[in-house]
């Protein structure tokens, strides 16, 4: 078990936490979660290690081992596939002792560890994982040179996955993952058999992934059961009674302050007044939750166009050698929402590029609208940005017309604020130069957006506005994305880039999903049905639907339960007794907690039944 008692720490005289306090139970898979520059990393250099408390402990079991992908893997001449191997230390240093040693009874131990830790299928372990990151068996013998700095940090996190430490810190893994990297992450960890803690903002990540939510807000931690969006909810249920709470709370302050302030000054009424002081000295403040930060993407209008905007006969396209792409009939009208699904190496990108004419059709035709404008956002464009310059610079060398209060109003509408406008983008965060780029690819209202993994470096709340804003938009959309919850809300129609050829896909996203994670299944034989289990005993069958009715029960008693304590919380008069207020709302998160443990217990009592009756 992880725990965390009392942490404090501060960087440069701000404090990030101050008496934090949290335990992660062994095995748990955690999702880490806080507002930008809370300290989620910082807490991740606690735990690790390289950073010295100021105050407090944390204690993890001796000997464990503490995992994370803290930078990309050295370009050099070794194979991807030795590099992996390469990362569990204790294997790769028995493996060169017993080249080396002589003592029999020291050759027995090397072999009998070698076998605990089953060493021997090492190198089909750590290929099966370079796979599911996308390198092929081909790719896995290539040094590591050959590949550029994204491919390493899948690798390093390869390596990671591989050596299985106790617990695995992991900042935003999928960052450098295409979505079939993201979707074959999600179900490794699942399985994953030691402790993970995960920093993310990929919200399908957090609701299939893990158990739990580790919340950092106001420099504390709060644990909470269940995936991101059960936490949401429970965390919006929350603050709206502390909001209530604080509402009704000022409410009898300023009656009380009232009084005083009236009566203070007179004799017959001095006691009163007195008394009333001390009431008011004795109240603990509730304070109202700080309202969330309101995120938003402004898109500008484009005029209509009539459809199509785009259409393809016959198209190939690729670069020096063969064609990527071959064969491409596709038409785009103004209104699709269209997202490019393919393995990684398919050409996803490729034909990104030859939509936005960055690339030139190698054979066939392609007739675009006449006024037709493109708005193209691709992660490296956010490299690309001038770093010695602000943003509102940037904007300026586009519109050297405007004037600055509407160039800065651009900026606003992208959630860069006074302040951002006016710092280097050297020293923005990996958000604000994403959003900087989302605003240089939309200012000349485009009737197409073409986005290649526009979520990178946004925070839950940024995608969630610019779900918002391509919802709204009124020009065609091109999606290439590894995050599930944007390719959900926002497209509407799926083409499948692979084998050098783009088809529409008739399935949805989740039948994809699950193709993806059959993998090499889905073309296995048939294996030989096994004989049935035999039928249960007549009372055993009593005996589960006896428990699957107890469980129900236990439900509804509990959900009364929560239904009364939420119309008692919901009463005005009960926040001019605090303390009573405290108690209640104990009892509450109690009863909540209570509840969900009960639809767990009722949950594996009927799938016990149900496997029972077929």
Same mark, same amino acid.
């Given at each position: 078990? +992880? ?60 000997? /464990?081992? &503490? ?25 790769a240093a028995l493996l060169a002792e017993a080249?080396? =040693? ?35 068996? /081909? ?43 993201? +979707? ?14 995960? &920093? ?27 995936? #991101? ?10 603050? =709206? ?9 000022? =409410?009898?302050?300023?009656? +009380? ?56 006969? !016959? ?110 983008v050297a020293r923005l965060s990996g958000g ?72 529409? #896909? ?5 039948? #994809? ?46 959900? !009364? ?26 009892? #509450? ?16 009592? =009927? ?8």
């Amino acid at each position: 078990m +992880l725990r965390i008692r009392d942490i404090t720490y501060s960087v440069e005289g701000r404090p990030l936490f101050e008496g934090a306090s949290a335990a992660i139970p062994a095995g748990h898979k955690v999702g880490l979660v806080g507002a930008n520059g809370a300290g989620k990393t910082t807490l991740f250099r606690l735990i690790r290690g390289e950073l010295a408390l100021e105050g407090g402990s944390i204690h993890l079991p001796a000997r /464990a081992k &503490i995992g994370g992908v803290a930078q990309e893997v050295p370009s050099s001449s070794t194979s991807l596939l030795d590099t992996v191997l390469a990362a569990d230390e204790e294997r790769a240093a028995l493996l060169a002792e017993a080249e080396t =040693a002589h003592d029999p009874h020291r050759i027995a131990d090397i072999q009998h560890r070698l076998a605990d830790i089953d060493a021997w299928s090492a190198e089909g372990r750590a290929s099966a994982i370079l796979n599911g990151l996308g390198f092929d068996l /081909a790719d896995q013998r290539r040094p590591c040179s050959d590949f550029s700095g994204g491919w390493r940090m899948r690798v390093a996190l390869a390596g990671v996955l591989f050596a299985q430490p106790d617990l695995l810190l992991l900042d935003e893994p999928t960052n450098y993952l295409d979505l079939e990297g993201a +979707l074959w992450l999600e179900s490794y960890l699942a399985k994953y058999p030691h402790t993970v803690i995960i &920093i993310s903002h990929d919200r399908g990540l957090l609701n299939r992934a893990v158990g739990g939510i580790l919340h950092l807000e106001n420099r504390k931690l709060t644990f909470w059961n269940g995936p #991101y969006d059960q936490f949401a909810r429970q965390r919006a249920e929350q603050r =709206a009674v502390q909001a209530a709470e604080a509402k009704k709370q000022a =409410a009898r302050r300023e009656h +009380l302050q009232s009084f005083v302030d009236r009566f203070k000054a007179k004799a017959s009424k001095a006691v009163q007044a007195q008394s009333r002081v001390k009431m008011l000295e004795k109240m603990s403040p509730i304070l109202a939750p700080e309202e969330a930060k309101k995120v938003v993407f402004t898109f500008p209008e484009p005029e209509q166009l009539s459809p199509p905007i785009i259409n393809m006969e !016959g198209a190939s396209v690729g670069y020096e050698g063969p064609p990527v792409l071959k064969r491409l009939t596709l038409r785009i009208d103004q209104d699709d929402r269209i997202a490019l699904l393919g393995k990684n190496g398919e050409g996803k990108s490729t034909l990104s590029k030859l939509l936005a004419g960055k690339l030139a059709p190698a054979g066939g035709q392609i007739v675009r609208s006449s006024k037709l404008r493109i708005g193209y956002f691709a992660q490296h464009q956010v490299d690309e940005l001038y770093i010695d310059e602000t943003p509102l610079q940037h904007i300026q060398r586009l519109r050297p017309n405007e004037g600055q209060p509407k160039l800065r109003a651009r900026l606003a509408g992208f959630g860069l604020g006074a302040d951002q406008a006016d710092t280097v983008v050297a020293r923005l965060s990996g958000g604000q130069k994403a959003r900087l780029s989302l605003l240089l690819a939309t200012i000349d209202a485009p009737h197409m957006l073409i986005l290649d993994e526009p979520t990178n470096h946004l925070d839950i709340e940024s995608r969630e506005a610019l779900v918002t804003a391509l919802t709204e938009y009124s020009g065609a959309v091109i999606l290439v994305s590894h995050d599930m919850h944007l390719l959900g809300l926002v497209a509407d129609r799926l083409w499948l880039v692979k084998g050098g050829a783009v088809t529409p #896909y008739e399935g949805d996203l989740e039948s #994809y999903r699950a193709e993806l994670l059959a993998g090499d299944e889905a073309v296995k034989p048939a294996e030989k049905p096994k004989d049935k289990a035999p039928r249960p005993s007549r009372e055993a069958m009593l005996a589960l639907r006896a428990e699957v009715r107890k469980c129900e029960e236990r439900l509804a008693k509990l959900n !009364g339960m929560r239904d009364q304590l939420a119309t008692k919380l919901a009463r005005p008069e009960l926040y001019e007794r605090p303390e009573e207020a405290v108690v209640w709302q104990k009892k #509450y998160a109690e009863v909540m907690e209570g509840l969900d443990r009960a639809e767990d217990l009722w949950v594996k009592a =009927a799938e016990k039944l149900e496997a029972a009756e077929a």
